[in-house]
Structure formats: C-alpha cells, structure tokens
C-alpha cells in the first residue's frame, strides 16, 4: 500500500502541515441495520456511503480506513486492521497508524455522510485553531460525525467518544465545539432512510446517487 506521508502536508487551500484522516466503518454485515431493508442492500449503501465519504476526505486530506472486513481497496486510501473492540478503538488504531508516518493531526470521521462536501471538511479542519480538540455533533444534535484533533504526541491523544451520547462526551472531554449551523453536510449521517432522504435533498455522492438510481429502475 502506498505510504501516506508523501501527502501528509496537503489540503484543499494547499496549507502545509502534517494532517491526516481516520475513517472507521462496522462489519459491513451489520452496517445500516436501522434501515428497513433487505440486508444486500444495506451492505451496498453502507459501502457506497464509506465510498464517498471517503472520496470527499482525500480531496482535502490522506486517508486510512480501519476496517474488520476483508474490503477491496477505497480510493488510494489504506485499510487498517480493526483491533475488534469498538469504534473508539478502532479510531485509535488509525491515529496510531498515522503518528507512525507523522501525521500529528487527526481527523476521525464516521463512514456514512454521503452528501459530504470536500469544502466543508477544508474549512473544518481549519476551524477554531485556537483549539486542539474539536468536534461536530450530528444533525440529530446528540451524536458525532467528526472529531479533529491537534498535536497529537500519541495516538490516545485523540481520545475519540463515538458510539451513544458522544456530543456530550466529547463536550465533557474538553472538546470544542463549532456553531452547529455550520457545514450540514459534515453533520448528516445516515442511520434511516429519513436521513438517506434529506441527504439526497442536499447532492448524494456519486456512488450513493448511482446505487439509488439503480435501485429505482429495477
């Protein structure tokens, strides 16, 4: 697999510094299983949603993608073995991937925002540089779709709360956090078929547009 470093200092502004991406995604036989419907499509939404939330990321920023299935390649991003616990572990074990090329800042995202925009993520990981830790509640208002950390010395230094009430974790950890009006795109993630809606209200990502497309002729 390709080394990440090389890329380690580009974003979409061309600012030079050592920023990097985690993605993390659940089995893709479990993924999606709030959605009401038959489990083929569930793995293909979950995988065409990791897809372009992936594409939208390396726009901007290298990615990794720390994964339990054995997942054909996303882009040129690398796949890194989950360690099998949860999603924070999970998050941990790409930050710690990235220290190891020296990328010292992280942004850790959840796989399922497909109306994510590649300008939202420049200006996020720009925002508030006062900061070290900073995160993005979902649309719901109670979870997390994004967590940015900087200066990382080691990979517990992201110190990512996924999973439940991870707002207020994240809050609680002393994370900041951003005008929620901001980047609605970065903010929906995909759990129901509602959201799979208001998302294709804002612009799908091209693989999640095609799969719905082709799902609507058959």
């Known amino acids: 697999m390709p080394d990440p470093s090389p890329l380690s200092d580009r974003t979409a502004g061309q600012v030079r510094r050592p920023l990097g991406a985690v993605v993390a995604l659940k089995s893709l036989h479990l993924a999606k299983s709030r959605i009401d419907a038959e489990v083929g499509f569930r793995r293909e939404l979950a995988w ?12 901007v920023i290298p990615v990794v993608v720390v994964v339990g299935d054995g997942l054909p390649p996303v882009g040129s991003a690398q796949l890194v073995p989950d360690p099998g616990r949860d999603l924070n572990a999970a998050f941990t074990a790409g930050a710690a991937h990235l220290l190891d090329h020296g990328i010292t800042e992280v ?7 497909p ?58 950890s002393g994370a900041a956090d951003p005008a929620p009006e901001n980047w609605p795109d ?6 129901t078929l509602d959201d799979l809606r208001r998302a294709a209200g804002m612009g799908l990502g091209t693989r999640t547009e095609a799969l719905l497309r082709d799902v609507d002729h058959h």
């Open 48 to 59: 065409s949603m990791l897809v372009d939330t992936v594409t939208a990321l390396q726009a």
């Open 107 to 113: 942004l850790a995202s959840v796989a399922d925002l």
């Open 186 to 191: 970065a903010r929906l993630d995909v759990d």
């Open 115 to 172: 109306a994510l925009r590649s300008a939202s993520v420049d200006q996020f990981v720009g925002a508030l540089p006062q900061q070290r830790r900073l995160f993005l509640r979902d649309a719901a208002g109670f979870g997390t779709t994004m967590l940015l950390a900087r200066a990382l010395r080691g990979p517990r230094d992201l110190d990512p709360r996924f999973e439940g009430r991870s707002a207020d974790n994240h809050l609680r």
